[in-house]
């Protein structure tokens, strides 16, 4: 049986009086018994804090509540905001045939059942509908009931923080079965919610200030002395050293009440009043307008804030004179031309302010004006003013007028903002014509205290009233609301050391989001008065006036480099990394590689260059020259933009991991013509690896890229199965009929993952494979809410391992591996027993040097899986069982191709080049390909190897080919991790196998680094609990320099060598 909800797709973003409406397919193979198909229409907002509570419950300076490495307390606060129930099986008129109740049964088929929803005004947050829970990584933890509820306007969709806070919206389908052994089955279409914006006021002539007042020094007259921000074309200004400085105050205006609205421009004005008679210019030399957002994140006593921005513009060395003009009131004014912004609306990834039970999101708008008096020859002083506003963010849905029309018919409440100080348009000092609110501006502060109690608009309540099925849905202008797809963290991993993802915040003024081209600014490196690092020395270091903003300085011969200080992949700080000589930076996790120089992905798994900034020496101390928000971000976006031209076409069939690194680097390599990935998968390439660790069925949290970037790319993605290749005529024919002609093709199918060819694996159910969200959420299915269920997995190798390792913490795992220890073949029985006693302290059970005879039906359902008998009796209750034991290369459209020559295991044999042997223009990589490995021991002996980095490396690595033919093939060390109750890492590769190992370190203790050789040569490395060994290996292997074995056996520790720069790979 599956079931699955298609929904009809009339919005990408649903606002509220939306009708959602799609159909449920229910196939089921043989008769079915089931007593009722109910459809949920759900919203959560979900948090999830770890630390101590501070007994003072004040702030620390870094805006958090409590100590966040103090990680001995996690608290999941769930709270439902929308709970809609339809029965769409049996209808009424099936009850009304058939009586109350009861069970049906269904024949085999598809049958499908149609639904609609309302979406309402307010979240309906009083009440818990479900067991609320959290699969976080292996441990599932349950959420505390709380009766704090606060009941607002639906909150929009909110997906930037993962882990931590989250709101998501969903329709939900539960196929309830009679029979208490059965499970239910169940399937979820996320959906993304944008609310409509409460009414706003009237138009009036109110404005809404931020001040400071300044007073420019005199002027230091001292010919030939540099000028800060000096251009030739800068005509000196007659003003000399006796002219009186300005006295100026300068403002930040917006219209009252201050509202800034999704994807609009800012209604915003800035000016300079002078205040004395000074008859002098003043300049305008730089100009910076970002958008502050204040997220308060509640889960239970623990609090926390997280500050995020996007800049709107920045612009700097303007050297634009300002003209005056002047006010009624005699004096005179300075406006700084709105044009500069009115070109930059809002990016339409940032969510509108609201309020739930345990999630706020504020704002503030920052402006900072950088001001020169006189000629910037004589004038070097800038002065630079920040101003904020505490603003709301709008939705820009308009609420329709039928809405409004009722709430004029009812005493509305006043909507309340955050603070104001309100003046008539035109008069600078007069008295606030509004209540008396908290006060902002003219002080030196600049941070925003929040306070429980301090809320941004609430809904009307008339909007209540609205609910009203009769009001229908929105015809004005809907906008576009892009939140990035959620990373979900695989954090928490018992005894995993240091390598759970981190919240990577992600570039504001992204490729794919419209914000402003920002331009950079110079900032101060805390405490550091020189550059004085040593050759190959790394260090991070803090930069003066960005909330945890951080470099990393790292030196390459004479050079010092400032880079972003954590890696793209998963945040690893790049401090704990590897530098060579040649400027390559290699992360201690999981071995990508970036150069220093350019901030560029040289080598998988990370898809985001680094940052690189400018980094220079002045005045006593050390600045880089950067964005504010690249800086936070830790990242930047490489070039992938493309309007395709030309003949080439490339076709690419699959979309893991060798399909991404492929279609990435023929965009960034300036590849010009047309690309195309046609996969099977029903979602876009996703990072498989947290499948097995995490069993995350939410695509949205794990798709490498977001629709749009494939988009702004122009790279088609296809979703289809390819059924056959004619490699003369150059077409790809696929299942559905369609076919895709090439001039160049990358078969980049991955693995299919086995079955057992044993009595009873093929016909019972409740048997899975595990290659993709839908086998995930199959999995999901048959463990259900409840857990507690005997779960037999048959493998012991890493798929194996980390799913049970994953499903231990609330269910009765057993693991059947043949070997004597897990992995035995790959890493040694001494080493597997290590990652054997790790996942047992988890709970996992291990019935090892064991065979599989069959599996046997259950008794209360034959057509289920009730338990597994081994070889020597042994019987294995189960209610269901994963197999992860192995795949093959999944080339079955190939088998029959007489153009083809398939190795014995299925794979496609190539080149270096990953060059299909045989073919002109056809490359395989990934997990199909038996290429020539040159690695340490490998002598190019023809290996597959089913690694996450390798196919990505493979993909980049044919792109290169395809945009420069003659160029040579770049090799490297093969890298994989596993999470198997604490971060293994490995490089290297035995195609002819291992015969000596040598183990460093305290492996009971599950920190070791295991060397394995074939003589004296080391061939591969695995490490835990020991970094940076694997990845010091790894450029160690690849320039010939790896100690031998006898070395390592005498206790040399790799970590203590120094890398050359020469490669001899
Ligand atoms: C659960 C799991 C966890 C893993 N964890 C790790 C890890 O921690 N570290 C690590 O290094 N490696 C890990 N791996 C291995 C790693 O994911 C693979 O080696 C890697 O994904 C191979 O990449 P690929 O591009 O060759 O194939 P895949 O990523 O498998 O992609 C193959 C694609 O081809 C599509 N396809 C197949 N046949 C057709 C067809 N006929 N027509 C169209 N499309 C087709 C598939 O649907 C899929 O989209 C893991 C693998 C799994 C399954
Ligand atoms: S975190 Fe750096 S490679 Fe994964």
Redesign the pocket.
């Known amino acids: 049986m599956s079931v699955r909800i298609q929904l009809d797709k009339q919005h990408t973003t649903y606002t509220n009086l939306d009708y959602i409406s799609g159909t449920v397919f229910l196939n089921i193979n043989s008769p079915e018994t089931i007593s009722a198909i109910t459809v949920k229409l759900e919203g959560e907002s979900r948090s999830r804090l770890a630390g101590q509570p501070r007994r003072d419950g004040a702030f620390n300076p870094r805006g958090i509540y409590y100590d966040p490495y103090e990680k001995d307390q996690t608290q999941l606060e769930v709270h439902k905001l929308l709970y809609k129930l339809a029965t769409v099986f049996p209808t009424q008129e099936i009850l009304r045939i058939s009586g109350n109740g009861g069970s049906y049964t269904l024949p085999p088929g598809q049958h499908t059942y149609k639904f609609q929803f309302k979406l309402p005004f307010n979240n309906d947050c009083s009440n818990n509908n479900s067991l609320l829970t959290n699969l976080n990584a292996l441990r599932l933890e349950m959420a505390r009931n709380t009766d704090r509820h606060v009941r607002k306007t639906l909150p929009p969709t909110l997906t930037g923080l993962p882990g931590e806070a989250e709101i998501r919206y969903f329709v939900k389908v539960t196929v309830q079965r009679p029979a208490f052994y059965k499970e239910n089955f169940r399937s979820l279409a996320p959906f993304t919610f944008l609310p409509i914006e409460p009414p706003r006021p009237a138009a009036n002539k109110r404005e809404y200030y931020a001040r400071r007042n300044h007073q420019f020094s005199p002027s230091i007259d001292v010919p030939g002395k540099p000028a800060l921000f000096r251009k030739s074309s800068v005509s000196a200004d007659p003003v000399s050293s006796k002219v009186l400085p300005p006295s100026i105050t300068i403002d930040g205006r917006l219209p009252d009440p201050p509202i800034v609205t999704c994807n609009e421009a800012l209604p915003l004005r800035v000016l300079i009043t002078k205040k004395n008679d000074s008859p002098a210019k003043i300049y305008l030399q730089l100009l910076n307008i970002s958008l502050i957002a204040h997220t308060v994140i509640r889960a239970h006593d623990l609090r926390r804030q997280e500050v995020s921005s996007w800049t709107i513009l920045s612009i700097a060395n303007m050297n634009t004179p300002l003209n005056e003009t002047v006010g009624g009131d005699g004096q005179k004014v300075l406006e700084i031309d709105s044009k500069l912004w009115k070109q930059r609306p809002l990016p339409n990834t940032i969510c509108p302010s609201f309020e739930t039970c345990n999630i706020m999101r504020k704002y503030e708008l920052e402006v900072k004006v950088g001001l020169q008096w006189g000629s910037p020859n004589i004038n070097p002083e800038l002065s630079v003013q920040p101003l904020r506003l505490p603003v709301q963010v709008y939705s820009g849905i308009a609420p329709p007028q039928a809405l409004l029309d009722q709430m004029s018919n009812r005493p509305a409440a006043v909507p309340t903002y955050i603070a104001s100080n309100l003046h008539p348009a035109g008069s600078t000092n007069g008295p606030p014509l509004q209540p008396p609110r908290p006060p902002i501006q003219t002080g030196p502060s600049d941070h925003i205290e929040p306070s429980p109690g301090d809320i941004p608009a609430e809904a009307p309540p008339s909007y209540e009233d609205a609910m009203a099925d009769d009001l229908g849905p929105i015809d004005g202008p809907r906008r576009d609301y892009h939140q990035q797809p959620s990373q979900t963290p695989i954090g928490d991993v018992k005894g995993s050391g240091n390598?759970s993802?981190i919240s990577t915040p992600k570039l504001a003024t992204s490729a794919f989001s419209t914000s402003a081209k920002a331009m950079a600014q110079e900032y101060k490196i805390k405490g550091l008065s020189s550059l004085d690092l040593k050759s190959g020395e790394k260090r991070e270091v803090e930069i003066e006036g960005i909330e945890n903003g951080k470099v990393l300085l790292a030196k390459v011969g004479d050079k010092t480099h400032a880079v972003s200080a954590?890696?793209?992949?998963?945040?690893?700080p790049?401090k704990l990394?590897v530098l060579t000589p040649d400027g390559r930076l290699t992360?201690?996790?999981?071995?990508?590689c970036f150069n220093v120089a350019s901030g560029d992905v040289e080598d998988?798994?990370?898809l985001d260059p680094i940052a690189k900034f400018e980094v220079m020496e002045k005045s006593g101390g050390v600045y880089i020259k950067g964005e504010e928000s690249v800086i936070k971000a830790n990242r930047r976006q490489s070039n992938t933009k493309c309007s395709t031209q030309g003949p080439e076409k490339v076709v690419v069939v699959g979309g893991g991991s060798g399909a991404m690194g492929a279609v990435q680097a023929l965009r960034e390599q300036g590849f010009k013509g047309s690309v195309t990935i046609i996969s099977t998968e029903p979602n876009l390439p996703i990072d498989r690896t947290k499948l097995s660790k995490a069993l995350i069925a939410d695509k949205s949290k794990i798709e490498l890229r977001p629709q749009d970037w494939y988009k702004i790319s122009s790279i088609e993605t296809v979703s289809d199965e390819v059924s056959s290749i004619n490699f003369q005529s150059k077409i790809v024919y696929s299942v559905s009929g369609s076919s895709y002609s090439y001039t160049k093709l990358i078969l980049a199918t991955g693995g299919t993952p086995k079955a057992l060819p044993l009595p009873g694996f093929k016909e019972l159910s409740n048997i899975f494979l595990l290659r993709t969200i839908p086998d995930v959420q199959a999995i999901l299915n048959a463990v259900g809410e409840q857990k507690g269920k005997k779960i037999v997995v048959v493998g012991s190798s890493f798929i194996g391992m980390e799913v049970g390792n994953a499903l231990a913490a609330n269910n009765d795992v057993s693991i059947i591996g043949m070997e004597s220890a897990p992995l035995e073949r790959v890493m040694g029985a001494e080493v597997g027993k290590i990652f054997q006693d790790l996942i047992s302290k988890n709970g996992v059970k291990f019935h090892m040097s064991a065979s599989v005879d069959s599996a046997a039906p259950s008794s209360s359902d034959k057509k289920a899986v009730g338990s597994v008998k081994l070889k020597d009796g042994t019987s294995l209750p189960a209610d269901l069982v994963i197999l992860g034991i192995g795949v093959a290369p999944a080339t079955k459209f190939l088998k029959d191709n007489p153009a083809v020559k398939l190795q014995d295991d299925g794979s496609l044999q190539t080149d270096e080049s990953f060059a299909v042997k045989g073919f002109s223009d056809v490359y395989a990589i990934g997990d199909i390909a038996t290429y020539p490995y040159h690695g340490p021991g490998g002598s190019g002996a023809l290996t597959r190897i089913e690694h996450w980095n390798v196919a990505q490396n493979a993909g980049r690595s044919v792109a290169r080919s395809i945009v420069s033919p003659s160029a040579k093939p770049k090799p490297f060390i093969p890298v994989f991790?596993s999470a198997l109750g604490s971060q293994l890492r490995y490089c290297g590769n035995t195609p002819n196998g291992w015969d000596d190992l040598v183990l460093q370190g305290e492996p009971k203790e599950g920190k070791f680094a295991a060397f394995y050789g074939k003589g004296d040569t080391v061939v591969a490395v695995a490490s835990m609990q020991m970094d940076p060994v694997m990845s010091q290996s790894a450029e160690l292997m690849r320039r010939g320099k790896m100690p031998g074995m006898g070395e390592l056996r005498k206790g040399v520790d790799v970590r203590d060598i120094g890398v050359p720069g020469e490669v001899k790979m």
Request: net charge negative; glycine share 14%; aromatic share 14%.
């Open positions: 390598d993802p954590n890696c793209t992949h998963y945040g690893a790049l990394g992360c201690a996790w999981h071995g990508t998988a798994p990370a991790w």
